[in-house]
């Protein structure tokens, strides 16, 4: 028979043999839930609202309690001033009393006199010992909890509740062992029969934490024992299902202090609660399941300040329709210890050395690695261990290094342990692939890996500076919350306002629909920052940037992006900026994804652009620039898409200015060509200087960016740039040559003439051979070739490749404007946050 049957067959042995006796509900209330008279107060009130038939409700201690208890001791075994605390302690229970029972407290009052004297007395005695006597100490500890027992009592019982309070030491019978503690389930039901037929109660108060050993010496049942109190007494009551009371609305899915999205869980079986609970999940402790398991008693995780809410429930069966991972854990102060040599291999026996000698040294084991070549094994300890077990394991393994068979001993501090549960993981293929991918995505580095036969649990032992960050993208990579990401815009201008708008729209639907949470954590403009911590963007930001007293420093900037809490990090570059292109390398070098329609890095110096490329392999992090050539377009991904694929480029043509498309559309020769520039500049197409688009410049600089995509090594100085300004206006100031337009008006006018008899049209045209020849300048079209018929502001890009070779492939639309411009930057972004594992 196994041990959870033969504790499940005693438990049964053990139940009332009344079976008319009404069905029992049992509670337990933590000491948050019972700090002071208010909270008392709440409890009294909940507890009578139950329409339960029969009540049986385990407390703690008021919160603080027991470890005041402590120190008390502690201070009179080091025969210190223990009277100051011990005065504060009864004044803090008697004005508790007073504030809860009013009128009736005397009587109460007087009790606890009584007790706190006969406290004193003890206290007296362990300073004339001088020691820590254990018997003495472990009394002593206890007495919150029969203090908190008995105030609850008197108060329901003011309150005309029929209700008895049950001194756990008079029934609960235990023995201490290497396994912790073991109740003694025959002798406590027995002595449970016996205590019930003197009382008849419908509402009992149990104290919990406290028991005795079988020779009657009073005991304690260790930390969170009150939660196996409540376990054990509502086993021993036959109770239908047990209420844990705390303060947080059930077992949420990690620890909302790293993971605020955390959630509450519906339902968990007990073995996830178990796995949860082990790996630091401090809502239960794994001992309370054991007489729970046994029986098939559900326990309900409930909020005591929120009674309506379901909370969780744990029984054998989970939540309904749940994935494969069900909650995370992180178990912090750890060390890893790593025992390696080739001496190792093949030898029989070592493993049971290794765990010997940290059993020997009282170092408990979290969790255990050991790959199949044999070459190793590691296991992760309590920090606090760690040089034990080194010392230990040193000693045991002294003659193999020495030898040299066993190479070394190590031991790393700072490791934490991450620890995915969840009874699908179970035959579900990918599970494991899914949380490394998304780690990796991180830029978390694993040390160890450690998973069971059940397939329920996956450890995974890392870096404790990653810890946060690690949490919190494995709980978006399981879509138990939206994947964040934590954003900074560079160059709130035309695109980047309408960028930030167009994201403010968007972000309660990317949270509901897509599980994708963009963060805005930092706006820079040329002279000042603003910061978030929440990422919250709110209306008036434009003005808050504009009120910020922080001057704009890329450096501050990058550290309140890249925040280590968050687990992905994205800048946004909507400037114009080569000083801010010149940063990419480094922050993509770091893991942070950039995306931008700056083409000061695509078309910059070839060298800086390998740079890029070569940080980008190396992290994994992304660059994404689609908006650099069309706006909005897909023209880069048209390319990416063809030549990944297989096929060939042969040759690029377009129009790549949206502003020289307008121009050229609306040029028939009629009106001067500088009062259509002069028109383009009002209406907000060109640059503010509009020298800057009829140069060319702009033109040659997106042809760059394609043939690099393409494979070739084009520096801006190798195209052929044929601009439509003569030397003499570039050198002039704007408004000089603003005023001076009128001189491009006599050769436009004749080149257009020149077209128009041959029945051409004129059109500022890139071309891109395969062999690098790249060109870009003012040529003739015919009035059928597909560069003629463009709406006003169109680009166009043609492909002519080995698959389309007789009829190339087109990509046209409009190629300027600040809102189809923020969209392709949008576009990227989004393809970012798909790639770490939003549902887009």
Not at 584 to 596: D, F, M, S
Not at 813 to 823: D, I, L, Q
Request: aromatic share 6%.
């Amino acid at each position: 028979m196994s041990p959870l049957a033969k504790l499940s067959a005693t438990l049964a042995s053990a139940r009332n043999p009344d079976a008319d006796a009404p069905p029992t509900i049992a509670h337990k209330f933590g000491g948050s839930s019972l700090a002071d008279a208010g909270r008392y107060r709440h409890v009294g009130k909940l507890l009578l609202a139950r329409d339960d038939q029969h009540q049986v409700s385990v407390v703690s201690a008021m919160q603080g309690v027991t470890d005041a208890l402590i120190g008390l001791a502690s201070a009179a075994a080091r025969r210190e001033d223990w009277r100051t605390p011990w005065q504060a302690l009864r004044a803090r229970h008697v004005q508790t009393a007073e504030a809860l029972l009013g009128d009736a407290a005397s009587a109460f009052v007087a009790w606890l006199d009584a007790q706190f004297n006969a406290l004193a007395d003890v206290l007296n005695a362990l300073a004339v010992l001088g020691i820590p006597a254990r018997e003495a100490v472990e009394s002593v500890q206890g007495l919150g909890e029969v203090f908190s027992a008995n105030l609850l009592r008197t108060h329901l019982h003011a309150l005309g509740g029929d209700c008895a309070v049950l001194d756990a030491r008079e029934v609960l019978v235990v023995a201490h062992g290497e396994l912790g503690v073991a109740v003694d389930w025959e002798a406590s039901a027995a002595r449970l029969a016996d205590w019930r037929r003197a009382h008849d109660a419908r509402r009992i108060v149990v104290t919990g934490f406290v028991a005795r050993t079988a020779d009657g010496r009073a005991t304690i049942l260790g930390r969170n024992g009150s939660d196996f109190s409540g376990a054990i007494f509502a086993a021993l009551f036959d109770a239908r299902e047990l209420h844990i009371w705390t303060d947080v609305d059930g077992v949420l899915s990690a620890d909302p202090r790293l993971v605020p999205e955390a959630v509450a869980l519906d339902g968990l079986s007990y073995e996830e609660a178990c796995e949860l609970a082990y790996f630091g999940a401090k809502v239960i402790h794994p001992q309370t399941m054991l007489p729970a398991m046994a029986l098939g008693l559900p326990i309900h995780i409930r909020n005591t300040f929120r009674p309506d809410h379901p909370g969780t429930r744990i029984a054998s069966q989970g939540g309904a329709d749940a994935g494969p991972v069900r909650g995370l854990s992180l178990a912090n102060d750890l060390a890893l210890v790593n025992v390696e040599g080739a001496g190792m291999i093949g030898v029989p026996g070592t493993a049971e050395r290794v765990f010997a000698a940290l059993r020997d040294a009282r170092v408990s084991v979290v969790m255990i690695s050991q790959g199949s070549s044999e070459h190793s094994i590691c296991c992760v300890v309590r920090a606090t261990d760690a040089e034990r077990a080194e010392v230990a394991l040193d000693a045991v393994f002294a003659r193999e290094l020495a030898l040299g068979q066993i190479q070394a001993i190590t031991v790393t501090p700072g490791i934490s342990v991450l620890a995915a549960v969840g009874d699908g993981m179970a035959g579900t293929p990918g599970v494991s692939a899914q949380l490394f991918g998304t780690l990796g995505r991180a830029r978390v580095n694993i040390r160890a890996i450690a998973q069971g036969a059940s397939e329920r649990n996956i450890s995974v032992a890392l870096d404790s500076r990653d810890a946060a960050r690690a949490l919190r993208a494995v709980h978006a990579g399981f879509w138990l919350s939206a994947q964040t990401i934590s954003v900074g815009i560079i160059g709130p201008g035309n695109v980047g306002r309408e960028l930030i708008e167009q994201l403010r729209e968007a972000l309660p639907r990317l949270r509901r629909d897509a599980h994708l949470d963009l963060r805005v954590r930092a706006i820079a403009s040329t002279r000042r920052l603003w910061t978030s911590e929440l990422g919250e963007l709110p209306d008036d930001w434009a003005e808050r940037l504009a009120a910020s007293e922080t001057p704009a420093d890329l450096d501050t900037f990058t550290a309140q992006v890249h925040a280590t809490h968050l687990p992905h990090a994205v800048i946004v570059d909507c400037s114009a900026s080569d000083a801010v292109a010149a940063r990419y390398a480094g922050w993509l070098a770091a893991g942070i994804h950039v995306i931008t329609p700056n083409k000061q890095a695509g078309a910059g110096p070839l060298a800086r652009w390998q740079d890029i490329r070569r940080a980008c392999a190396q992290s994994g992090a992304r660059w994404r620039y689609e908006a650099t050539v069309g706006a909005g377009l897909p023209v880069i991904q048209t390319l990416r898409d063809l030549i990944d694929t297989g096929d060939e480029l042969l040759a690029v043509e377009g129009i790549f200015s949206g502003t020289l498309a307008w121009l050229f559309n609306r040029y028939d020769g009629r009106e001067p060509f500088s009062k259509l520039v002069r028109e383009a500049l009002a209406l907000g197409y060109t640059e503010p200087d509009p020298r800057d688009d009829l140069s060319g410049l702009d033109v040659a600089r997106k042809l760059v960016i394609l043939a690099r995509e393409a494979g070739l090594a084009l520096e801006l100085a190798d195209v052929d740039v044929r601009g439509l300004v003569p030397p003499a206006l570039l050198a002039l100031d704007r408004d000089a040559a603003l005023a001076a337009l009128e001189s491009l008006d006599a050769d436009l006018a004749a080149q257009h003439a020149a077209a128009h008899a041959k029945g051409c049209v004129l059109r500022y045209v890139a071309r891109l051979d395969r062999d690098g020849t790249a060109r870009v300048s003012l040529v003739e079209l015919p009035a059928t070739h597909a560069f003629a018929h463009l709406s006003l502001t169109d680009n166009i890009v043609q492909y002519t490749t080995r698959r389309y070779a007789d009829n190339p492939l087109i990509v046209r639309g409009p190629g300027a404007g600040r809102e189809v411009t923020a969209a392709g930057v949008f576009a990227d972004l989004l393809r970012v946050g798909a790639g770490l594992g939003a549902k887009l």
